[in-house]
């Protein structure tokens, strides 16, 4: 995978502003172009985010009627979900340019998406995990086997808040 590869986020009618907030946080961690989602919830509780470091004015955050509606051809629909016959996310290899899709907090991907889907992935941890947390474990695993190059003496000083001073 290049440096130049692009992820989305696709969510799955979410429900909570929290994990939408901490979502936006994690996509502009790692440098997602796009969140979607779908469902009426989120919108409802929108004015309760948790954006802290202010990404919806950076990642675009859309609300769609279908989160694979308006992708470009090359792009690589991936769900991520505990489902009976999908791929570890330790043996999986992202593609290119792939939406990664998210169930609800109090569901799972619907059927037909999952029929659309190039690929179905699951984190192998006990029980479930928040989506906030799926997703950034996600993202992580995509970053982790990129071949990125990154300065990470440059990343560390640009990265940290302003109080956070340690070295090493």
Known sequence: MSKNSISMIGLCNPKSPTNVGAVMRAAGCYQASEVRFTGTRFAQAAKYHTDTKDMAGKIDLRQMESLTGELDQDT????????????PLPQFQHPEKAIYIFGPEDGSIPQQVVDKADAVVYVPTIGCMNLAATVNVLLYDRLAKSNQEIDHAERVIQSRDVNNRLKV
């Not at 629909?77 to 791929?87: F, K």
């Open 76 to 87: 690589k629909i991936v769900c991520v979900e505990l489902a009976e016959g999908a791929t």
